[in-house]
């Protein structure tokens, strides 16, 4: 286990799979989502989530089933969830 010296290939994979840990990009994801979730709740003072979350207000449509003998043209819109957030597209020249 405390092979820091070894060149052999996967000896990073092999400590992470024997400790039982995620990947650095799972843990990233998670953290990631741990720090939205903060700001979201306003848990973060130095961030003001006004300035950087903007919501999101479309959700999915619900179009009524059609039959031959009757026509309904009312489309219900439904929010899937209370806390969705658009995304920043990022672009770069």
Same mark, same amino acid.
């Given at each position: =286990? *405390?092979?820091?010296?070894?060149?052999?290939? /996967?000896?990073?994979? /092999? +400590?992470?799979?024997?400790?039982?840990?995620?990947?650095?990009?799972?843990? =990233?994801?998670?953290?990631?989502? @741990? +720090?939205? $979730? %903060? #700001?979201? &709740?306003? =848990? @973060?003072?130095? @961030?003001?989530?006004? %300035? $950087?979350?903007?919501? %999101?207000?479309? &959700?999915?449509? #619900?179009?009524?089933?059609?039959?031959?003998?009757?026509?309904?043209?009312?489309?219900?819109?439904?929010?899937? *969830?209370?806390?969705?957030? %658009?995304? #920043?597209?990022?672009?770069?020249?």
């Amino acid at each position: =286990m *405390n092979d820091y010296k070894s060149r052999k290939l /996967g000896c990073v994979t /092999g +400590m992470l799979t024997s400790l039982k840990l995620d990947s650095l990009q799972d843990r =990233m994801t998670y953290n990631h989502l @741990v +720090m939205l $979730y %903060k #700001i979201a &709740g306003v =848990m @973060v003072p130095a @961030v003001d989530p006004d %300035k $950087y979350l903007t919501q %999101k207000v479309e &959700g999915r449509l #619900i179009k009524p089933k059609r039959f031959s003998d009757c026509e309904t043209k009312n489309i219900i819109r439904v929010a899937n *969830n209370t806390r969705s957030f %658009k995304t #920043i597209n990022a672009q770069t020249n």
